[in-house]
Structure formats: structure tokens, C-alpha cells
């Protein structure tokens, strides 16, 4: 099939997400992460000792893609298999937490649940452990996820094969699979492990990385190479009857080749790989949204570039949102600019806390220490500039919350905000100072802070540490209140009372 050219305005692919219905088939497995620091050697082996100081808890594997593909903001039915055990149980509690996800989770009574244990220290894994099933599903374990598979594909869009070769995706139950999809006409993205890519027949489209790709066929591919990645992909596609392959090339970016013999080659989008664990679960999640949404190859391959990149610097298996992958563009667009004499960069705007607190956990996770001031900024003056950059000269990265109308509304009267919360965004994410602008609409900041967990909490006023909102959990994990004094004559009340006056 011959791929047609991209889109510049590729980002419009997820104003359709939330009408895509994803079946994502696959290997489930919870991810544990312990969290801690290296400060000595063990006496009894030559080996580092990690204090710890946190551990968290995570769907991954399929259930990963699973989760992208909610946090993009479509729909996802995940099929996979499970043991009869208390992990089991840890991933059903999870991901009855997640809203746009459900698990249809057949139960193997003769297999466990697969968990994965990372040990991590100042940002780096030191250790990995893994409890694997048996690699083999009981007649029993099969025909519940087959019946599973029937009634996800009756209503998907689109189906996602997420094989981590840990047994649900054997041959005779992708031969099953794989006829279901083809009988309800459904497009099947795969993200395979399987160095025999046959086994995938049927599929749309296939996503391996620079070393699946060589091993598959057969011979070494230099994933620096163009050519030599367009030669290996296209004799894949031809020998499989595949219309398309997109090839991971990491730092070299991202190939999509046509049965044609037609090729795209993306840059990588990623500024700084922080984690790789899971890029390839949003990858696949962000294109295979991007074509039920109705984009075309290449468009969707650009949004799951894009995607991809932002979660690269995250910590962990994580998820990206549609606000971070248009930041991550727009930031990147900017940065040209900067770099050939145009304006500088504008912090990015969120109005959801949520996809705010994942980048700063990512930041924090990075070492950096994380700062919030708040306020409704209506006239944005010389008082509000003072406090701002005292607050980023005291941390490491910015987050300016500022009130929505509704809320300013609420606590100034029915004359305010004097300007719209856009407006006021716009104006504070153009400050130097400023790393992040999160637009909420509650009366106070305290579930926002909540959410974001600051190292440093700054407001400016007439307060005491105690008497700030949101001091209470900034302090109890070990953060700290900075107040501000406020510049003489330069409150906003002050400010509006001297234009009303005929001030200046």
C-alpha cells in the first residue's frame, strides 16, 4: 500500500479518540517499582543496599497499552489471563481505578500472574526481578480468554495484540484470534515478540523495535540506516502479506514501510530518555488510536512518535495524555524557532491536575525539586512578578496554578475575573519563570496540591506557613512553605483601584 505524505495538523487525530473502542489482547503482568537511594555497600557482599523510601504499583504489559490507550482519552477492553492469586486480586482493585478500562480477566487455575519487581536508585534500575507463568494456558484458561476475545471484538474498532510471549498469544491462539478479527472485519495492530512474524498473518500493521526487526530477519540491521531498515522491513511486509510495518529505530527515530515498497523515516521525538520502560506500550496505544480515529498511516505514526517521546522521560511504565503529546510538539516546534532567532518557549497550559502531577512526577523523579505558587492573576502586575521568581529562584521547576473564571467568580464577585482564565494562562506560560501552567477550577488549590505532592509550597500575602492551604501535605512529605510579603502598593486590589483612578 502505498503511504500517502503527513499531515502537519496530525495532533487533530485525538479530537476522535473518545469515540474509539479499543480490544487489547495480551500478556497482563503487574509492575512493582521500589524506590530508594545508594549510600553504601553491603559488608556482606560486594553489592549496593538500597533505602528504600517508596514503592508503587502499576498495571503493565498489555495492561499498559491498555491504560495509553485510556489516558489518550478512547476507550480500551483488555482480554488477558490471570492466576488464582493475590496479585490477581492487586491488578482486578487496580484496575477498577482506571475509567475508561475494562478487564476481562480469565483465570488459569494450573498458572500464576506475572509480576515484574524493579529496584531503582537516583533514577537508575539497579535490579530487576520476575515472577513468570508457566508459558502454557490450561484448556480451561484458553477458552475463557477465547470466549473473552469474542465479546471484546464485537464491540472494538480497532484490536491490539500486545504479545510479550509469555503465552497468550501462542500460535493456535493467535490462528483463533487472528480469524475472529478477520470474520468481524476488524484492523489489528501488533506489538510483537515473536522472532517468526508469520504467526501475525492478517495484521494491519506490526510495531517491532531495531532488535526485533534484525531478528526477524534474520540478519543484523543498523538501526542508524535508512535503507537498511526499509530493505529488512520490506521483505517482512512482502513474505507476510503485511500492508505495513513500522519499525522502532529509538535515538534514529521511527520507520513506516508499505507493502509498495514505499518508506517514511520520523525523527525521534524524545529531548531527554529518562525511562524506556513501556515506550513501546504507548507507541502502540497512540497508533492504533490515530488509525481507528481515521488517520493514515503515517498521521497516526506521528501522533505515536510524538506519544512515545514524552513517555521516555517519565519514570516507570507510564501513560501520556493528548496535552502532554501537544506540549511535547509545540515545545519542540518552539525550540526550532528559539534556535533559528525566534521567540522563546511558552510553559505548557493543563486543565486537568492529573496529567499536570505526571510530569512533575517525572521531574521530581529526575531530582528536581517542584514548586507551586497560586492565585487568580487577574492583572497580572509587579507584586505577582516578584512572587514568581522568588518562587523558581527557590526550586527547580515552576507550577503556576491560577483559578478558573467560575472560581474567581466565586470569591471576587460577578465583575471578575477582569480577563478569561485563557488569557491569564497565556500570559503567565509566556514568563521565563514559569514550567507549568494548571488552570482549576475549584474554590482552593488543596486537591491540585494534593495531587502534585510539591517539594515547596510559595505564596504571596499576609500568612503565616500554618495558615496556607495545602501547607499541611507539603510539610508531612517533607516540603517546606515559603511566604512572600507583598510589594507595597502592588496588590491586585491596589493595582485596579489606581486604573480606576486613572492611574497608570
Same mark, same amino acid.
Given at each position: 500500500?502505498?503511504?500517502?505524505?503527513?499531515?502537519?495538523?496530525?495532533?487533530?487525530?485525538?479530537?476522535?479518540?473518545?469515540?474509539?473502542? +479499543?480490544?487489547?489482547?495480551?500478556?497482563?503482568?503487574?509492575?512493582?517499582?521500589?524506590?530508594?537511594?545508594?549510600?553504601?555497600?553491603?559488608?556482606?557482599?560486594?553489592?549496593?543496599?538500597?533505602?528504600?523510601?517508596?514503592?508503587?504499583?502499576?498495571?503493565? #504489559?498489555?495492561?499498559? =497499552?491498555?491504560?495509553?490507550?485510556?489516558?489518550?482519552?478512547?476507550?480500551?477492553?483488555?482480554?488477558?489471563?490471570?492466576?488464582?492469586?493475590?496479585?490477581?486480586?492487586?491488578?482486578?482493585?487496580?484496575?477498577?481505578?482506571?475509567?475508561?478500562?475494562?478487564?476481562?480477566?480469565?483465570?488459569?487455575?494450573?498458572?500464576?500472574?506475572?509480576?515484574?519487581?524493579?529496584?531503582?536508585?537516583?533514577?537508575?534500575?539497579?535490579?530487576?526481578?520476575?515472577?513468570?507463568?508457566? #508459558?502454557?494456558?490450561?484448556?480451561?484458561?484458553?477458552?475463557?480468554?477465547?470466549?473473552?476475545?469474542?465479546?471484546?471484538?464485537?464491540?472494538?474498532?480497532?484490536?491490539?495484540?500486545?504479545?510479550?510471549?509469555?503465552?497468550?498469544?501462542?500460535?493456535?491462539?493467535?490462528?483463533?484470534?487472528?480469524?475472529?478479527?478477520?470474520?468481524?472485519?476488524?484492523?489489528?495492530?501488533?506489538?510483537?515478540?515473536?522472532?517468526?512474524?508469520?504467526?501475525?498473518?492478517?495484521?494491519?500493521?506490526?510495531?517491532?523495535?531495531?532488535?526485533?526487526?534484525?531478528?526477524?530477519?534474520?540478519?543484523?540491521?543498523?538501526?542508524?540506516?535508512?535503507?537498511?531498515?526499509?530493505?529488512?522491513?520490506?521483505?517482512?511486509?512482502? =513474505?507476510?502479506?503485511?500492508?505495513?510495518?513500522?519499525?522502532?529505530?529509538?535515538?534514529?527515530?521511527?520507520?513506516?514501510?508499505?507493502?509498495?515498497?514505499?518508506? +517514511?523515516?520520523?525523527?525521534?521525538?524524545?529531548?531527554?530518555?529518562?525511562? +524506556?520502560?513501556?515506550?513501546?506500550?504507548?507507541?502502540?496505544?497512540?497508533? =492504533?488510536? #490515530?488509525?481507528?480515529?481515521?488517520?493514515?498511516?503515517?498521521?497516526?505514526?506521528?501522533?505515536?512518535?510524538?506519544?512515545?517521546?514524552?513517555?521516555?522521560?517519565?519514570?516507570?511504565?507510564?501513560?501520556?495524555?493528548?496535552?502532554?503529546?501537544?506540549?511535547?510538539?509545540?515545545?519542540?516546534?518552539?525550540?526550532?524557532?528559539?534556535?533559528?532567532?525566534?521567540?522563546?518557549?511558552?510553559?505548557?497550559?493543563?486543565?486537568?491536575?492529573?496529567?499536570? =502531577?505526571?510530569?512533575?512526577?517525572?521531574?521530581?523523579?529526575?531530582?528536581?525539586?517542584?514548586?507551586?505558587?497560586?492565585?487568580?492573576?487577574?492583572?497580572?502586575?509587579?507584586?505577582?512578578?516578584?512572587?514568581?521568581?522568588?518562587?523558581?529562584?527557590?526550586?527547580?521547576?515552576?507550577?503556576?496554578?491560577?483559578?478558573?473564571?467560575?472560581?474567581?467568580?466565586?470569591?471576587?464577585?460577578?465583575?471578575?475575573?477582569?480577563?478569561?482564565?485563557?488569557?491569564?494562562?497565556?500570559?503567565?506560560?509566556?514568563?521565563?519563570?514559569?514550567?507549568?501552567?494548571?488552570?482549576?477550577?475549584?474554590?482552593?488549590?488543596?486537591?491540585?496540591?494534593?495531587?502534585?505532592?510539591?517539594?515547596?509550597?510559595?505564596?504571596?500575602?499576609?500568612?503565616?506557613?500554618?495558615?496556607?492551604?495545602?501547607?499541611?501535605? +507539603?510539610?508531612?512529605?517533607? #516540603?517546606?512553605?515559603?511566604?512572600?510579603?507583598?510589594?507595597?502598593?502592588?496588590?491586585?486590589?491596589?493595582?485596579?483601584?489606581?486604573?480606576?483612578?486613572?492611574?497608570?
Amino acid at each position: 500500500m502505498t503511504i500517502r505524505p503527513a499531515r502537519a495538523d496530525f495532533l487533530d487525530l485525538d479530537r476522535g479518540f473518545a469515540a474509539v473502542n +479499543v480490544a487489547v489482547i495480551g500478556d497482563v503482568m503487574l509492575d512493582r517499582f521500589v524506590y530508594g537511594k545508594v549510600e553504601r555497600i553491603s559488608p556482606e557482599a560486594p553489592i549496593p543496599v538500597l533505602r528504600v523510601d517508596r514503592r508503587t504499583t502499576m498495571i503493565g #504489559g498489555a495492561g499498559n =497499552a491498555a491504560r495509553n490507550v485510556a489516558s489518550l482519552g478512547a476507550t480500551a477492553r483488555l482480554v488477558a489471563v490471570v492466576g488464582p492469586d493475590a496479585a490477581a486480586d492487586e491488578l482486578r482493585g487496580l484496575f477498577d481505578a482506571e475509567a475508561r478500562i475494562s478487564g476481562d480477566l480469565a483465570v488459569d487455575p494450573e498458572g500464576g500472574t506475572i509480576v515484574k519487581t524493579r529496584y531503582v536508585a537516583q533514577s537508575q534500575q539497579l535490579l530487576r526481578s520476575d515472577e513468570d507463568g508457566t #508459558g502454557r494456558l490450561s484448556p480451561a484458561a484458553r477458552a475463557g480468554l477465547l470466549a473473552a476475545v469474542d465479546a471484546a471484538i464485537a464491540d472494538a474498532g480497532i484490536v491490539l495484540l500486545s504479545d510479550y510471549g509469555k503465552g497468550v498469544l501462542a500460535p493456535d491462539i493467535l490462528t483463533a484470534i487472528m480469524a475472529r478479527c478477520a470474520a468481524a472485519g476488524r484492523p489489528v495492530v501488533v506489538d510483537p515478540k515473536a522472532r517468526d512474524l508469520s504467526r501475525y498473518r492478517g495484521a494491519m500493521v506490526l510495531t517491532p523495535n531495531a532488535v526485533e526487526l534484525a531478528a526477524a530477519a534474520g540478519e543484523p540491521v543498523d538501526p542508524a540506516d535508512d535503507h537498511a531498515v526499509t530493505r529488512a522491513a520490506l521483505g517482512l511486509v512482502r =513474505a507476510n502479506g503485511f500492508p505495513y510495518l513500522v519499525a522502532t529505530r529509538g535515538a534514529h527515530g521511527v520507520s513506516v514501510v508499505g507493502a509498495d515498497g514505499s518508506a +517514511v523515516h520520523l525523527p525521534a521525538r524524545a529531548r531527554e530518555v529518562f525511562d +524506556v520502560s513501556g515506550a513501546g506500550d504507548t507507541l502502540v496505544a497512540a497508533l =492504533a488510536c #490515530g488509525l481507528a480515529a481515521g488517520g493514515s498511516i503515517v498521521d497516526a505514526v506521528q501522533y505515536a512518535n510524538a506519544a512515545a517521546g514524552v513517555v521516555v522521560g517519565k519514570l516507570g511504565t507510564a501513560t501520556v495524555t493528548p496535552t502532554e503529546v501537544r506540549a511535547a510538539v509545540a515545545g519542540d516546534a518552539e525550540a526550532k524557532s528559539v534556535a533559528a532567532g525566534g521567540a522563546a518557549r511558552h510553559a505548557p497550559v493543563f486543565t486537568d491536575a492529573a496529567a499536570a =502531577a505526571r510530569l512533575t512526577a517525572a521531574w521530581q523523579a529526575e531530582g528536581l525539586k517542584v514548586g507551586v505558587t497560586n492565585g487568580c492573576f487577574d492583572l497580572l502586575h509587579r507584586g505577582h512578578l516578584d512572587v514568581i521568581a522568588r518562587a523558581r529562584a527557590a526550586c527547580d521547576r515552576l507550577v503556576v496554578a491560577v483559578n478558573a473564571d467560575v472560581s474567581v467568580r466565586r470569591l471576587k464577585g460577578p465583575t471578575r475575573p477582569i480577563q478569561d482564565q485563557e488569557t491569564r494562562a497565556a500570559v503567565l506560560a509566556a514568563l521565563a519563570d514559569v514550567d507549568l501552567v494548571l488552570i482549576f477550577a475549584e474554590e482552593t488549590p488543596a486537591e491540585l496540591i494534593r495531587a502534585i505532592g510539591p517539594d515547596l509550597l510559595v505564596k504571596g500575602g499576609d500568612y503565616t506557613p500554618e495558615t496556607v492551604v495545602g501547607a499541611d501535605v +507539603v510539610t508531612a512529605r517533607g #516540603g517546606r512553605v515559603m511566604i512572600v510579603p507583598i510589594l507595597p502598593g502592588h496588590s491586585t486590589t491596589a493595582t485596579v483601584a489606581r486604573i480606576a483612578a486613572g492611574g497608570d
